[in-house]
């Protein structure tokens, strides 16, 4: 079974950068998303990525500050934070969408396996 791992969360300055890594046993033809969830809110979709075409999507929350890129070969994917605003402030999921994958999706629906998470807390 497959079981995301994220690491890289931590407390940065807003205007700051951060890069979170989500690794896995595999990564073959999975979609891979990055998901985040505030204190008191609905977890929502940030960007994904198709392992196997590099195809990506951002939500327009995120869209300009934040990159996703894959690493084939260690099977980890990236997702660099920067500009990073106070509403940033979430534990950051990254899951896995399991083959044959189309197209990246935001829908959580979507997603098969997921990580524990991790804090990234945006704060002066």
């Known amino acids: 079974q497959l079981q995301p791992v994220e690491t890289g969360g931590g407390l940065v300055q807003p205007g700051g950068s951060l890069r979170l890594s989500c690794a896995a046993s595999t990564l073959d033809y999975y979609g891979i998303g990055w998901f985040r969830q505030a204190p008191g809110k609905e977890r929502d979709g940030v960007a994904c990525i198709h392992s196997s075409n590099g195809e990506s999507y951002y939500t327009d929350s995120v869209k300009g500050r934040f990159t996703v890129s894959i690493d084939n070969a260690k099977n980890t994917v990236y997702l660099q934070m920067n500009s990073l605003k106070p509403d940033d402030t979430a534990v950051y999921y990254c899951?896995?969408?399991?083959?044959?994958?189309?197209?990246?999706?935001?829908?959580?629906?979507?997603?098969?396996?997921w990580g524990q998470g991790t804090q990234v807390t945006v704060s002066s």
């Open positions: 899951a896995a969408d399991s083959p044959p994958v189309y197209y990246c999706s935001v829908d959580q629906t979507d997603y098969d396996y």
